[in-house]
Nanobody, 125 residues
């Protein structure tokens, strides 16, 4: 399974950004998909996850209401819409995939078998 993330960049605090991740190599709708972020000097942190048909999502508490994960199974793409961005959101954002059953364990990085290369998001104050 290959994942290619894109959409990162520089944005001012309070602004919005949409990340995309194209997935190939496996039946897309079989995959649980997630987004994680890693700031310099910190551990990789869960952001959001979504099940195979897109009707169940999970979010980190600090992202609820501001970030939205979605997927388009016709385009093999998962998205992360980020709004009201804060400088502390500055990090490399990674998409991840795993062919399992959606559940709380998918808030943990170790549960995912496949990872993209990451895309850098910088939020200026």
């Amino acid at each position: 399974v290959q994942l290619q993330a894109s959409g990162g960049g520089l944005v001012q605090a309070g602004g919005s950004l949409r990340l995309s991740c194209v997935v190939s190599g496996r039946t897309f709708s079989d995959l649980v998909l997630g987004w994680f972020c890693q700031a310099p000097g910190k551990e990789r942190e869960f952001v959001a996850s979504i099940n195979g048909n897109g009707n169940r999502q999970s979010y980190a508490e600090s992202m609820k209401g501001r970030f939205t994960i979605s997927r388009d199974n016709t385009k093999n793409t998962v998205y992360l819409q980020m709004s009201s961005l804060k400088p502390e959101a500055t990090a490399v954002y990674y998409c991840a995939a795993d062919p399992g059953d959606f559940g709380l364990e998918y808030t943990t990085a170790g549960k995912y078998g496949y990872w993209g290369q990451g895309t850098l998001v910088t939020v200026s104050s």
